[in-house]
């Protein structure tokens, strides 16, 4: 394993430990009743939120979500660095449903045995768009079916975070311009 992603890795888990700590004394983000899990799968354009340091300098991001035999979810993310023709990043993890959660929390296993919260904090009845949030107020995550979100969808989703807590100054819109099918 490269010096590099083991340095992002234990910088990541100082900072979610850290925020977890920090987000002990703040109250749960309460997450949808219930989530249709075969409707909510597939494609979403990841369009806004407070990313991951992976994350930062996402251009046209797409996460997939695919229902497995198991039950459990195969998230994929594709994404350009720092700009629309810049390299091609790629990850996979896999996710399992958090029992009584009505399919709205999941954790998703980062890398090795360590897992990490998504929590669906808002979804749109048409499952059009939706908002996930973490606990720990670190990261959050604005999703559309489309490549562009409503200017009501974006307030409504930032006015929800800083309702629970996060520090909105993190905030990155997601940019998506038209791609050729040789860089997808």
Known sequence: MSRRLTRW???WLTLVFSCAQAAARLPPIPAV?????PRFMGSWYLVGGIPTPF??????????????DDGSIL????????????????????ATVRPGSGNAVWDVRVFGPFKSQ???????????AMLV????????????????????DRAHARQLLA???????????????ARTGSDR
């Open 118 to 128: 998504y929590k669906v904090v808002w979804l749109r009845a048409d499952y059009g």
């Open 133 to 152: 949030a973490r606990d720990a107020r670190d990261y959050a995550w604005l999703f559309s079916r489309t490549p562009q979100v409503s200017a009501a």
């Open 55 to 68: 994350e930062r300098h996402a251009w046209n991001a797409v996460q997939t979500y695919t229902l497995r």
């Open 163 to 177: 309702d629970a807590g996060y520090p909105l100054e993190h905030w990155r819109d997601i940019p998506h311009t």
């Open 33 to 37: 009743a219930q989530l249709d899990l």
């Open 75 to 94: 998230t994929t993310l594709t994404f350009h660095e720092k700009r629309a023709d810049g390299p091609r990043r790629h990850t996979e993890a896999p």
């Open 9 to 11: 890795r234990m910088l």
